[in-house]
């Protein structure tokens, strides 16, 4: 089974200012990487697909990247709609894994 | 606009049975995988189980031999059966619309359904 190790645990940022989010696989996945986005209460949402693509509807702001172990989620400009739980997930080996996720909090 | 809709959830006691349900509109329902991602209270996410438009099915290891994925597309229905249920499968279950005909990353997802498994 692929880990998923997503780092940092808690990441407090202040709105309008950028933050970097990173996912590590125990193995190369290629770029079959997704990540999603859920706030309390809520479903994930779908974010990003195969390591850099934007799912439809999502801002800009948002982007993927990295293949094989290391991904990078990048959020510029934070908007208060943006503070949430995130997750990486990996679609490369079955079983699908996901990792622990990294809360974005206000600072 | 793309719907899916969990039921079939509930207060189990160990060693019981439930069958979840997910109703699926706004898309064609056979064209697409289906899954099933688990929530633990409070915890991170983790991929059950999923099945592919051409029948392929797919579970973690931990719910093998216990639970049976599989799909109505006469029905656009996606259903779980859950036997031989354990304290460690107390859950919110989503049901969530692939974005290909294989299992990969989930497009839409429902907004759950509780399982609890408590004697």
């Known amino acids: 089974e692929i880990v998923m190790t997503q780092s940092p645990a808690t990441l407090s940022v202040s709105p309008g200012e950028g933050a970097t989010l990173s996912c590590r696989a125990s193995?190369?996945?290629?770029?079959?990487l997704v990540w999603y986005q859920q706030k309390s209460g809520q479903a994930p949402r779908l974010l990003i697909s195969?390591?850099?693509t934007r799912a439809t509807g999502i801002p800009a702001r948002f982007s993927g990247s990295g293949s094989g172990t290391e991904f990078t989620l990048a959020i510029s400009s934070l908007q208060s709609e943006d503070f949430a739980v995130y997750y990486c997930?990996?679609?490369?080996?079955?079983?699908?894994?996901f990792g622990q996720g990294t809360k974005l909090e206000i600072k | 606009e793309v719907q899916v809709v969990e039921s079939g959830g509930g207060l189990v006691q160990p060693g019981g049975s439930l069958r979840l349900s997910c109703a699926a509109s706004?898309?064609?329902?056979?064209?697409?995988?289906m899954s099933w991602v688990r929530q633990a209270p409070g915890k991170g996410l983790e991929w059950v189980s999923g099945?592919?438009?051409?029948?392929?099915?797919y579970y973690t290891d931990s719910v093998k031999g216990r639970f049976t994925i599989s799909r109505d597309n006469s029905k656009n229905t996606l259903y779980l059966q859950m036997n031989s249920l354990r304290d460690e499968d107390t859950a919110v279950y989503h049901c969530?619309?692939?974005?290909?005909?294989?299992?990969?990353?989930?497009?839409?997802w429902g907004q759950g359904t509780l399982v609890t498994v408590s004697s």
């Open positions: 193995q190369s996945v290629s770029t079959y």
């Open positions: 969530g619309k692939g974005d290909s005909g294989t299992p990969r990353a989930i497009v839409y």
């Open positions: 997930q990996q679609y490369s080996n079955w079983p699908y894994t």
């Open positions: 706004g898309f064609a329902f056979g064209d697409y995988a």
């Open positions: 195969g390591a850099s």
């Open positions: 099945v592919s438009t051409s029948g392929n099915t």
